[in-house]
């Protein structure tokens, strides 16, 4: 066999009850360094007789287990000036250890983008176990470390130590740290405080005022125009408001008194004209004027006119 034996029974009688060897319980053991780390291994036996020459062999599974490290974060994610806490374990398979394992765990919480940009977060030393459960218990409240607090994804560390502050169970090969996940996410936008004033004729605001356009303006804004479709259209406007007679403008605008020549379509061509144009000095003269008269201002009364004398009689 490669490896040393670690018992041997000798002078083992055969129990003829039974027909077999019985060696009864053996001594306590841990495994052997060398063969101690954590996951399956076999314990043989060879069974010899008392010339020393092999008999049989046999095996048995032996599996090496130690408590497996474990990391929270509550929530999983925020905004960078979130908080958030930790809680670490140590769950054992099988129960609590036993006394010859390390007295107390140190749990150093940490967090990163890569390792190399680690940023320690929390540490704390736990002395009890409790169901197979070493627990840190809830954490005080943080925030992203900055600068890793922009919107991204971020590392949380836990590593456990034994009291002699060696990585706890590594020299058996057993897992000593563990990660989660934690989100930053980007803050929302600010409210706009001066939101700008909502358009007229929308639901909750005042409606739209209408332009209006007064007699005169319509007018001149007419006047330029040669006959046509656009002429026709500020012909019945001034129609329907009543600033020039109706037969005047027909003839201004009359299709056919552009084309025919003959001397009665030619005066009403300039009878037309002259009324527009006595319309447009009409409206000259009016916004000429000031329109409005201070309160103050009194009107002085035309002096009369005096009485002519009597014309002298023959």
Same mark, same amino acid.
């Given at each position: ?175 000593? +740290?563990?990660? $989660? ?6 803050? &929302?936008?600010?409210?706009? #405080?001066? @939101? *700008? =004033? ?85 409206? +000259?003269?009016? $916004? ?6 201070? &309160?103050?201002?009194?009107? #002085?009364? @035309? *002096? =009369? ?10």
């Amino acid at each position: 066999m490669a490896n040393s034996p670690f018992w041997s029974a000798v002078r083992v009688p055969c129990d003829p009850k039974t027909n077999r060897y019985d060696t009864g319980p053996s001594p306590a053991f841990v495994p052997p360094a060398g063969q101690n780390k954590v996951g399956s291994h076999k314990v043989l036996v060879d069974m010899r007789d008392a010339n020393g020459k092999s008999l049989d062999t046999g095996s048995h599974a032996y599996t090496i287990v130690w408590g497996k490290p474990y990391v929270y974060v509550t929530p999983t994610s925020g905004i960078p000036t979130a908080k958030f806490t930790l809680r670490g374990k140590v769950i054992w398979p099988g129960g609590c250890p036993s006394a010859r394992a390390p007295s107390s765990s140190t749990f150093k919480f940490s967090w990163y983008k890569v390792p190399a940009t680690r940023i320690a977060l929390w540490t704390t030393t736990v002395s009890t176990c409790l169901g197979g459960i070493v627990d840190t218990g809830t954490s005080p409240s943080f925030i992203p470390p900055a600068p890793l607090n922009y919107p991204s994804t971020f590392v949380v560390h836990v590593a456990v130590y034994d009291s002699s502050g060696s990585p706890s169970g590594q020299i058996y090969a057993a897992p000593y +740290t563990n990660t $989660t996940i934690y989100t930053v996410v980007a803050a &929302p936008a600010s409210p706009n #405080t001066n @939101p *700008s =004033p909502a358009q007229c004729g929308t639901p909750g605001a005042a409606p739209c005022a209408t332009a209006t356009s007064t007699p005169c303006q319509t007018a001149a804004a007419v006047h330029p125009g040669t006959p046509g479709g656009a002429d026709v259209a500020a012909l019945l406007t001034l129609a329907a408001l009543g600033t020039l007679p109706i037969g005047g403008l027909a003839i201004v605008f009359s299709p056919g008194i552009w084309t025919r020549r003959s001397r009665w379509n030619r005066l009403a061509l300039l009878i037309g004209l002259s009324v527009l144009l006595l319309s447009v000095n009409a409206c +000259t003269a009016l $916004t000429g004027q000031n329109p409005q008269t201070s &309160p103050n201002q009194s009107e #002085t009364s @035309p *002096s =009369p006119s005096p009485s002519p004398s009597p014309s002298p009689t023959c």
